[in-house]
């Protein structure tokens, strides 16, 4: 079964960084195209607005409005994917979600929750 784990979120100031970490089980990340999602906390997960995401040949995308700010990475050796989240600012404040997804399937973690206090 395909577990992802986000984790390292928290309460930041505004300009402050965090790195988000997605850990997989049950997947080997590095096949995947992974993306980083973002969400209203309470809203449905599923219609989270892409942040960015990584393919598996290493190719990344990123939406515009965390363009220079937000670096996405992956570390196959630990099954992890990462964003690095610089220059933050109050309107950053989601939960982020991973995903990952192939013509068979789809599967997102639970998220983590960043807050950035103005």
């Known amino acids: 079964q395909v577990q992802l784990v986000e984790s390292g979120g928290g309460l930041v100031q505004a300009g402050g960084t965090l790195r988000l970490s997605c850990t997989a089980s049950?997947?080997?990340?590095?096949?995947?195209?992974v993306g980083w999602y973002r969400q209203t906390p309470g809203l449905e997960r599923e219609k989270s607005e892409l942040?960015?995401?990584?393919?598996?040949?290493?190719?990344?995308e990123y939406a515009e409005f965390v363009k220079g700010r937000f670096i996405i990475s992956r570390d196959n050796a630990k099954n992890t994917v990462y964003l690095q989240m610089n220059s933050l600012k109050s309107e950053d404040t989601f939960v982020y979600y991973c995903?990952?997804?192939?013509?068979?399937?789809?599967?997102w973690g639970k998220g983590t929750l960043v807050t950035v206090a103005s």
């Open positions: 942040v960015a995401y990584i393919t598996s040949g290493g190719t990344t």
């Open positions: 995903r990952i997804w192939s013509v068979t399937m789809d599967y």
């Open positions: 049950g997947s080997d990340l590095r096949n995947y195209a």
